[in-house]
């Protein structure tokens, strides 16, 4: 019997990816997005769900119910980024994005617990980022949001052992994908304080997408994570800089490593 599979933010990018991947792989894979009818060449079954409204979440979940009676794998893959100067992004737009990007996912995860658990098996994986282990300067709000649901997943692997639900984050570097289209800009502003830096560091922001590798390799990543007996919580895909970045966060003084990043970023 194939497995089940719900992807958030199924219809494009990185989830459009994972799911036809899968789904080649002989999964039963749905996708979700907000408005299912602008996809309707998608290769998916596209399900209505925006994770920041629990009427869509509980709908969503109870229709992929019916229609399959499990859940095997949800893959918290819905996001939205976010870029500006802390000191000038208004408050509603730094709350919009951890209601995407951290509360979202918690909901999903709660309206599908119950079903996984009925059933004694289950297994979450959770897109994170790799700027999540790191505070960037002008996307501080984005490394927040998914930082936190790094951290919290650590706690939910462990409440869940006694049910055999597994749950794993996987941290993408740079993709090319459409996400910087989507994503909150604080507008560089003519009196601002933060005018020079901030324009170069978004156009360089701009440029690591366009030049990010193929998604491919996120959808081979999970795959593989799907098929692993015991999955470890923490993951990371991209490139190999961007993934010894973490590694020299861990080893080297804060200063040190804080000046790495601004010079990086040409700070």
């Known amino acids: 019997m194939s497995k089940v ?6 219809s494009s990018g ?44 509980s709908n969503c979940i109870a229709e992929v119910l019916t229609l399959e009676t499990r859940i095997d794998v949800l893959i918290n893959n819905a996001g939205a980024g976010i870029t500006g100067p802390l000191e000038e992004i208004p408050d509603e737009e730094i709350k919009r994005n951890f209601e995407t990007n951290f509360f979202g996912p918690i909901n999903v995860i709660k309206a599908v617990l119950p079903s996984m658990r009925r059933h004694n098996a289950g297994l979450i994986i959770n897109v994170t980022s790799i700027a ?6 002008f996307r ?14 650590e706690a939910f692997r462990m409440e869940l052992k006694d049910f055999n639900i597994s749950m794993s984050n996987v941290a993408p570097g740079d993709f090319a994908t459409n996400i910087a289209a989507g994503r909150y800009h604080a507008p560089v502003q003519e009196d601002s304080p933060y005018k020079d830096k901030y324009g170069s ?3 360089l922001m701009d440029a690591h997408v366009d030049e990010g590798d193929d998604p491919k390799q996120m959808a081979e990543a999970i795959y593989k994570i799907i098929n692993t007996s015991n999955p470890k919580i923490h993951y990371k895909v991209g490139a190999f ?16 490593y804080e000046k790495l990043l601004m010079n990086h970023y040409k700070l």
């Open 241 to 256: 800089m961007q993934k010894f970045s973490i590694v020299l966060k861990r080893i080297l003084p804060d200063k040190v």
């Open 201 to 203: 560091s978004l156009q």
């Open 14 to 57: 990185i989830g459009k990816s994972v799911g036809e991947y899968l789904q080649n792989k002989g999964f039963k894979v749905y996708g979700t997005s907000r408005n299912p009818n602008n996809y309707p060449n998608s290769k998916l079954p596209i399900v209505a769900l925006d994770v920041t409204k629990q009427d869509t979440i």
């Open 132 to 137: 999540g282990y790191m505070g960037l300067p």
């Open 140 to 153: 501080g709000v984005y490394s927040a949001s998914k930082g936190a649901l790094e951290i919290v997943t």
């Open 5 to 10: 599979v719900l992807i958030t933010g199924g």
